[in-house]
């Protein structure tokens, strides 16, 4: 009985982790279809989990490296490059907003809710415009 009770907490547990990934990429998917940039949107992350849900459902290119990206999306500060200063960077933790000044906004869990953070100076320098769904999500300094 008890490695039933086992074998069904463990599958849930592996079920609601897998459904996570999914809505991570679907808030992440609405969010860039709202962001224009002046060329094509081509986008890498190094999660690459992250990736391959985008690259299934995406309405964007996915690209396997960062070279040919237009927007980088990150999960870890250690994976940030010099070669990305002239990337768009994208964040999903809000902490990197301080630590990664060239990033403009930030997808992030807190308290069980998704909040979404957008750099208002940081999209102007960086010359993106957003769609009128996320001006709720503008903030003048990260805080």
Not at 28 to 56: F, N, P, R, T
């Amino acid at each position: 009985m008890k490695t039933i009770l086992i074998f069904l907490f463990l599958s849930l547990t592996l079920f609601a982790s897998n459904g996570n990934g999914k809505i991570k990429a679907q808030i992440l998917e609405k969010i860039l279809s709202g962001v224009y940039l002046k060329s094509e949107m081509v986008v890498w992350s190094d999660d690459k989990k992250l990736l391959s849900i985008l690259e299934e459902n995406a309405n964007f290119t996915i690209s396997r490296n960062f070279e040919n990206a237009t927007i980088i999306i990150l999960n870890d500060k250690k994976n940030l490059q010099k070669n990305y200063s002239n990337k768009n960077i994208f964040v999903l933790k809000y902490n990197l907003l301080f630590d990664i000044p060239q990033s403009f906004g930030s997808f992030f869990w807190k308290k069980g809710r998704p909040n979404i953070v957008l750099i208002n100076p940081r999209i102007k320098k960086s010359s993106i415009e957003i769609s009128k769904e996320l001006e709720p999500f503008l903030e003048e300094k990260v805080w």
